[in-house]
């Protein structure tokens, strides 16, 4: 198993484990270190399930992968990810979408449309009308943004 495999499997169970957040990989080669995005902020800084996860996955990718680098980060880092291999959701995971200034919030899960984009019913307001938002989908069961 490479260490972009042992990533994403991991990954993939933890989207499972904390439906609410995406992550994001990059792989850096000029410093041979792998970084993964963690959002949201309240789980990366406040989540003690989650620091417990991020220290044994670390210490497991250590021990397989002594020579590659690790880094965990979210997206107030003052590095970050410019070009994601892949992005993972789980399946709570809010997106954010604007119509006439305001914010709806709209679980990934729900009404979703699989072709280049997914469609999302917006709230009462407007319920006839979808918002399309670029994704990607793979044959299992996770969302890979595009």
């Not at 970084?35 to 996955?57: A, C, G, K, Q, R």
């Not at 979408?97 to 709230?123: A, C, H, M, Y």
């Amino acid at each position: 198993m490479t260490e972009k495999e042992f990533i994403k499997n991991e990954l993939k169970e933890f989207v499972k484990k904390f439906p609410q957040t995406r992550v994001r990989y990059e792989y850096h080669d000029l410093s041979n270190a792998h970084f993964i995005e963690i959002v949201p902020n309240e789980v990366y800084h406040l989540d003690d399930d989650y620091l417990s996860w991020e220290y044994y996955m670390s210490d497991r990718f250590d021990k397989l992968f002594p020579m590659e680098g690790l880094c965990f980060i979210s997206d107030d880092a003052c590095v970050g990810i410019e070009n994601a291999e892949f992005t993972l959701c789980g399946a709570d995971y809010m997106v954010f979408v604007v119509r006439e200034n305001v914010v709806f919030n709209q679980p990934v899960n729900g009404n979703i449309v699989f072709n280049d984009t997914f469609s999302l019913k917006t709230e009462e307001k407007y319920p006839n009308e979808t918002m399309q938002v670029q994704f990607e989908y793979t044959s299992e069961e996770y969302l890979l943004a595009a």
